[in-house]
């Protein structure tokens, strides 16, 4: 069956950079899109961007633009998440999350059991 | 800011209904079938219940229905249960530099 499983915990000082990994499995990887989405406490989810498995190509929010890179590495099916010179607001759960298909490259069908970034000094 | 407009909270009784509405408030994200629903309990991952504005997944109960209508999508619950208490967030494909957006979300109480 689908499954997406991230990273442990992370905790991090302000200015540095953090890596999340979410491993795939039960499923043809190059075949559907991996979303990210955060949730910092008490407020609501926040799309991060996505990363096509198959060739690589990413298209990133505009508020994490500068900040985000993802990538994906074929051999072991597994999807990056790097985030930089990060803040005290970067605290959050850092989910990813597949796409239902092709054509519904925007509906997060399966999602990771998610990971806490925490930024504090 | 969302573009997509959410109550912060709604409440029923078990055995009722309630309605959760996803309004777009500065464009057209709307105006196409794009919009899903997401559920969301606390400490646990968000799970899609309703996808292109009716759909439900494979296992998702037939007490979750949507719809739409001009600008504002709809989540209705019937039959409320106690486990159904929970977030709920609407999102949508904005139809242009291939982005997502997700309403605020809307924190259901089963009372």
């Known amino acids: 069956q689908e499954q997406l499983v991230q990273s442990g915990a992370e905790v991090k000082k302000p200015g540095a950079s953090v890596r999340v990994s979410c491993k795939a499995s039960g499923y043809t990887f190059i075949g559907y899109y991996i979303h990210w989405v955060r949730q910092a406490p008490g407020q609501g989810l926040e799309w991060m961007g996505w990363i096509s498995p198959n060739n690589g190509v990413t298209n990133y929010a505009q508020n994490f633009q500068g900040r985000v890179t993802m990538t994906r590495d074929t051999s072991t099916n597994t999807t990056y998440m790097d985030l930089t010179s990060l803040r005290s607001d970067d605290t959050a759960v850092y989910y990813c999350?597949?796409?239902?298909?092709?054509?519904?490259?925007?509906?997060?069908?399966?999602w990771g059991q998610g990971t806490l970034v925490t930024v504090s000094s | 800011q969302s573009p997509l407009t959410q109550p912060a909270s709604v409440s029923g009784s078990p055995g009722q209904s309630i309605t959760i509405s996803c309004t777009a408030t500065?464009?057209?994200?709307?105006?196409?079938?794009?919009v899903s629903w997401y559920q969301h309990h606390p400490d646990e991952a968000p799970k899609l219940m309703i996808y292109e504005v009716k759909n439900r997944p494979s296992g998702v109960s037939n007490r979750f229905s949507g719809s739409k209508s001009g600008n504002t999508a709809s989540l209705t619950i019937s039959g409320l249960q106690a486990e159904d208490e929970a977030d709920y967030y609407c999102?949508?494909?904005?139809?242009?530099?291939?982005?997502?957006?997700f309403g605020g979300g809307t924190k259901l109480t089963v009372l």
């Open positions: 999102s949508s494909y904005t139809g242009s530099n291939t982005y997502v957006v």
């Open positions: 999350a597949r796409a239902r298909g092709r054509s519904g490259w925007y509906i997060l069908l399966y």
């Open positions: 500065t464009s057209d994200i709307l105006k196409y079938n794009f």
